[in-house]
C-alpha cells in the first residue's frame, strides 16, 4: 500500500572487521607497552632471587612472573573497547557529528534519517587512520623503570653474598699451652661458600681442615684470649694471608684454587709453632659420555632403514648443560673421490642435571645420505661449570651405508686384492685440510697457523712412509710392515719370523698388503711393476716438497706439490690388481760342515752393554738416607730446602705432595723427634721411583729337597 513505510534497509557497512581495524593497533601498542616495562622488571626480580634463594626458585619464579606478565597485558589490551572508541572517535573526529556509534554495530538503522547519517560518516571516516588512535608511550616512565631494573641487577650480581646466619665458634683443637700475655687461639669457625654452578649449600666447620670444591670461597672466624695484636695465616711456603678485626673476633677469606698447608700464627712470643692444617681443593671432573645404542662402534644400514637414532647419556658431579652438540659428518664416495661434510646440530637431554640423556632422530634425507657414504657422529655435551665450562666430546659412531657395487672375485690360487687400498686414500683429505687452512689464514692467529700448518705436515709425512715402502724405504722411520726383514747374517733376510703386530696409524685396519705382503726390490714376492714403481716414486718425491712446505708453515705453496701427487696416485690406480704367490718362508741354507762341531767361529756377541739407569730422585734419596740409620746418617737439623724443591717439581708425581710437605716442616721444626723423622722416611719411600726389577732370590728347598740335594753331592744313585 502507498501509505506503508519501507522496509529498513540493511547496513552496507560491515561492524566487526571495521571495528577489528579501529581498535587493533590501540591494543597491540598497549601490549607491547606491558612487555617493555614488564622485561627489565622482571629481569631484575629473577636476578635478585636468583642470588638470594638459587637458580631452582628463581626459575620458578621467573615462570610465575612471565605469566603475570601476560595477563596484565591482555586485562590492559582489553580496556580498548567499543565505548573507548566511540569516545575517542566523537572526541577527535568533529567530522562524524557525534555519530560514530552507528558505525559499530551490525543492526540496521531503525530510520531512513539514521542510515543516511551513517552513510554519511562512513566515507568521512576512511580520511583517518587507526594509527592516531594509539595513545603515546611513556617514555620517560619507561626509561626510568629501566634504569632502576639495571641498578637493582648490578647491585645484586655485585653484592656478596652474605651467610644465612652469623657463625656460631667452636672451642679450639690447637692444643697449645696456656701461658700468662701470650694470645693464643680459643675459638674457631670456617665457613665454606661454594661456586653458585654445584648448587651446593654453604656450609660451616668446626675444624679448620676440610676439603671443599675448586673455587670455593674460605672464610676463617678465629678468637684469640688475649687478644692478639696482629694475627695471620702463615701459608706453608711463606706466603701469608691477614686477618681483620670484626668486633671481638679476628675473620679472613680466601679463594680455593689450589690445595694449600697453613698455621694459624696468632702472633706474639709463641713457645710452641702452631700446628699445620690442610685444606683440600675438590677439582670439578669433566663430563662422562656413555653409548648406550648402538653396542658396537661400527653398524650397517638395514634394508628399509630411513633414519639412525643413536643414543647417548652423559653425567657430570654437578650438573650437564641441558643442550648438547651432535657433530655429524658425512663421507659420500670411494677411493680419491671422497667427499666430506661436516655439520653440527644442538639436541636437547632429558633427565635430571646430573645424568641426562640425547636421543637425536636423524633421517638420512635431511643430511643427504645415500649408499656408499659413512655417518659418523659425536656427542659434545658441557658441563656448567662457571666461568668456564667443560666440553667433552664422545666416542664417535660409525653407520655405514654399503654400495650396491659387489666387490670381485677370481679362481686364481694366488691373493687377488685391489693396488693399496688403504695408502691410496688420504691424499686428497690432504688437499683438503690445506685448501681449508689457507683459507682461514686471516682469522688464525701465527702460531695457530704453524701449528696447524704442521699438523696437515706430519699427516703427509706418515702417508709418505706408508708409500715409501712399497719402494724399499724401511729407512724412513715409519712404521715397519709386519714381516720380520731385519739385516741379518745370511742373505739379509730372516724371512721365518713372526709377523709384528701392525701398527695403530690410520689405513692400517684396511691395509691387506702391509699386513701379509713383502714388497721388496728384490723380492720375487713384488706387487708392483717397474712403470708403476716409477710413477709411485715420483708421487712420493712430491709429497717429500708438500710436507716440506706444509711443515715451513706455507700450506699455500705445499698445494701444487700435493696435486702433482694426487695425479701420481691415480695414474698408479690404473694397475687394479696385485698378485702375491703364496710362498713359503725362504730360510738360508743349512751347512753341513758346521753342524755338530761346537765351533764358534763367526758368531757375534749379543751381550748389550749395562747403562745407568739416570733418576730425578736425588734429593729425595740424599734425604733418606740422611733420616736412616748407617754412614749418611745426620742425626741432628738436616738441610731440607733441596727436598722442598724436590717435592714441588714433583708434585704431579708424588702421590700426597701436601702430607709430604707437612712431614718435611715437622722434621725442620722438631729436628730430634724420632717419629716424625720416620714418618718422613717412609713418605720418601714411596715417593720415590721405584728400581726396576731384578733377578729374585731362590727359594731355599724344604726337607724333601735337601735330602735329594744330599743324595746327589754323595752319588747315590
Known amino acids: 500500500m502507498a501509505g506503508d513505510k519501507p522496509p529498513p534497509e540493511r547496513s552496507a557497512v560491515n561492524a566487526d572487521p571495521l571495528y577489528a581495524r579501529w581498535v587493533g593497533p590501540a591494543r597491540r601498542q598497549r601490549a607491547m607497552e606491558t612487555a617493555a616495562f614488564a622485561a627489565p622488571m622482571l629481569l631484575a626480580i629473577i636476578v635478585v632471587a636468583w642470588r638470594v634463594v638459587g637458580p631452582v626458585l628463581a626459575g620458578g619464579i621467573a615462570i610465575i612472573g612471565i605469566g603475570v606478565a601476560l595477563a596484565i597485558a591482555r586485562r590492559r589490551a582489553a580496556t580498548f573497547d567499543l565505548a573507548w572508541l566511540v569516545r575517542i572517535l566523537d572526541r577527535t573526529r568533529p567530522e562524524l557529528e557525534d555519530s560514530s556509534a552507528l558505525l559499530f554495530t551490525d543492526t540496521a538503522p531503525s530510520s531512513l534519517l539514521q542510515a543516511l547519517q551513517r552513510r554519511r560518516i562512513a566515507a568521512r571516516l576512511d580520511q583517518g587512520s587507526p594509527g592516531d588512535l594509539r595513545p603515546p608511550w611513556p617514555v620517560k616512565m619507561l626509561a626510568a623503570v629501566t634504569v632502576v631494573a639495571m641498578l637493582c641487577i648490578i647491585a645484586a650480581l655485585v653484592w656478596p653474598r652474605s651467610p644465612a646466619s652469623a657463625p656460631s665458634l667452636s672451642p679450639s683443637q690447637e692444643g697449645t699451652p696456656v701461658v700468662p700475655g701470650i694470645p693464643r687461639l680459643v675459638a674457631q669457625n670456617m665457613r665454606i661458600i661454594p661456586p653458585a654452578y654445584t648448587s651446593l649449600p654453604v656450609r660451616d666447620s668446626a675444624s679448620l681442615d676440610t676439603r671443599a670444591p675448586h673455587g ?44 694449600f698447608l697453613y698455621r694459624v700464627d696468632p702472633g706474639g712470643r709463641q713457645r710452641r709453632t702452631p700446628p699445620l692444617h690442610r685444606i683440600d681443593a675438590i677439582a670439578d671432573a669433566p663430563p662422562q659420555i656413555k653409548v648406550v645404542s648402538p653396542t658396537q662402534s661400527l653398524t650397517f644400514v638395514q634394508a628399509g632403514q630411513r633414519g639412525w637414532s643413536p643414543v647417548f647419556t652423559a653425567t657430570d658431579d654437578y650438573g650437564v648443560a641441558p643442550v648438547a652438540r651432535l657433530r655429524i659428518t658425512l663421507a659420500m664416495g670411494e677411493g680419491e673421490n671422497v667427499r666430506f661434510t661436516e655439520r653440527e646440530i644442538p639436541i636437547n637431554g632429558i633427565g635430571s642435571a646430573k645424568e641426562r640423556r640425547f636421543a637425536p632422530s636423524l633421517t638420512f634425507d635431511r643430511f643427504g645420505f645415500a649408499a656408499g657414504g659413512d655417518m659418523v657422529v659425536q656427542l659434545i655435551v658441557r658441563d656448567n661449570r662457571a666461568p668456564a665450562p667443560q666440553e667433552v666430546r664422545g666416542p664417535s659412531l660409525v653407520l655405514r651405508w654399503p654400495s650396491a657395487k659387489q666387490p670381485e672375485s677370481s679362481g686364481l690360487t694366488g691373493m687377488v686384492n685391489t693396488t693399496l687400498p688403504a695408502y691410496f686414500r688420504s691424499q686428497r683429505q690432504i688437499i683438503i685440510d690445506a685448501e681449508a687452512l689457507v683459507k682461514q689464514r686471516r682469522a688464525l692467529s701465527g702460531d695457530r697457523y704453524l701449528a696447524r700448518s704442521t699438523a696437515i705436515g706430519g699427516d703427509q709425512q706418515i702417508l709418505r712412509g706408508r708409500y715409501s715402502q712399497f719402494l724399499g724405504g724401511e729407512e724412513e722411520g715409519e712404521p715397519q710392515l709386519p714381516t720380520s726383514d731385519g739385516h741379518a747374517d745370511g742373505d739379509g733376510h730372516d724371512h721365518g719370523g713372526p709377523p709384528a703386530t701392525p701398527s695403530s696409524g690410520f689405513g692400517a685396519p684396511e691395509d691387506v698388503l702391509a699386513d701379509f705382503g713383502h714388497p721388496h726390490d728384490d723380492s720375487p714376492a713384488s706387487s708392483l711393476a717397474p712403470e708403476t714403481r716409477a710413477i709411485l716414486k715420483q708421487a712420493v718425491d712430491e709429497m717429500w716438497q708438500s710436507e716440506r712446505e706444509l711443515k715451513l708453515g706455507h700450506p699455500d705453496l705445499a698445494l701444487p706439490y700435493a696435486y702433482k701427487a694426487l695425479r701420481f696416485i691415480k695414474e698408479v690406480q690404473q694397475a687394479t690388481r696385485v698378485f702375491l704367490s703364496r710362498v713359503g718362508p725362504e730360510l738360508p741354507p743349512i751347512d753341513p760342515a758346521r753342524r755338530m762341531t761346537g765351533k764358534r767361529e763367526g758368531i757375534a756377541g749379543r751381550a748389550m752393554p749395562l747403562v745407568p739407569v739416570e733418576r730425578n730422585d736425588g734429593p729425595a734419596a740424599a734425604a733418606w738416607r740422611a733420616l736412616g740409620e748407617g754412614l749418611d746418617v745426620i742425626p741432628g737439623a738436616i738441610d731440607l730446602g733441596p727436598l722442598d724443591g724436590w717435592v714441588r717439581a714433583n708434585a704431579g708425581r708424588v702421590p700426597d705432595a701436601l702430607a709430604l710437605s707437612a712431614a718435611i716442616d715437622a722434621v725442620r721444626q722438631e729436628p730430634g723427634c724420632a717419629g716424625c723423622r720416620a714418618k718422613l722416611r717412609r713418605q720418601l719411600w714411596s715417593a720415590m721411583e721405584r728400581p726396576l726389577g731384578q733377578s729374585a732370590r731362590r727359594t731355599p728347598p724344604d726337607e724333601s729337597g735337601r735330602r735329594y740335594l744330599r743324595a746327589i753331592q754323595d752319588g747315590e744313585p
Open 216 to 259: 670455593s670461597r674460605i672464610e676463617w672466624t678465629l678468637r684469640f684470649d688475649p687478644a692478639a695484636p696482629a694475627p695471620r695465616l702463615l701459608l706453608l711456603g711463606g706466603a701469608s694471608v691477614a686477618l681483620r678485626r670484626s668486633g671481638a673476633d679476628w675473620v679472613a677469606s680466601r679463594m680455593l684454587d689450589t690445595a
